[in-house]
């Protein structure tokens, strides 16, 4: 089990910069893999980074790529996701989420068990 909490969401303009964080509590959190989501009203959530329990081999969306980065700590039990060059394209709603997997390579959505409660990112024009 595990709980997270996402922060670091809000307004800003095109072209700025947000860091969201996600602290985790319960279970050892370097046991997870950890990934993050986004949603925009009437719309499919999309699986936006992710993250190894190591840190290593992180994975990103087409959208993401280049402008995203993920990170963790497994020391502070928390994921960054450091958002640059943000377009109006990319207000969400962004989740953060876990899964029990030790793994490298991609662990899809259906394997997240734990979700957090989102933090809301609108990038206005």
């Known amino acids: 089990q595990v709980q997270l909490v996402e922060s670091g969401g809000g307004l800003v303009q095109t072209g700025d910069s947000l860091r969201l964080s996600c602290a985790a509590s319960?279970?050892?959190?370097?046991?997870?893999?950890m990934g993050w989501f986004r949603q925009a009203p009437g719309k499919e959530r999309e699986h936006i980074a992710a993250?190894?329990?190591?840190?290593?081999?992180?994975y990103y969306t087409d959208a993401a790529k280049g402008r995203f980065t993920i990170s963790r700590d497994n020391a502070k039990n928390t994921v960054y996701l450091q958002m640059n060059n943000l377009k109006p394209e990319d207000t969400a709603v962004y989740y953060c989420?876990?899964?029990?997997?030790?793994?490298?390579?991609?662990?899809?959505?259906?394997?997240?068990?734990?979700w957090g409660q989102g933090t809301q990112v609108t990038v206005s024009s």
């Open positions: 989420a876990a899964a029990l997997v030790r793994a490298f390579g991609y662990v899809p959505p259906s394997e997240y068990n734990y």
């Open positions: 319960g279970r050892t959190f370097s046991d997870y893999h």
């Open positions: 993250i190894s329990w190591s840190g290593r081999s992180p």
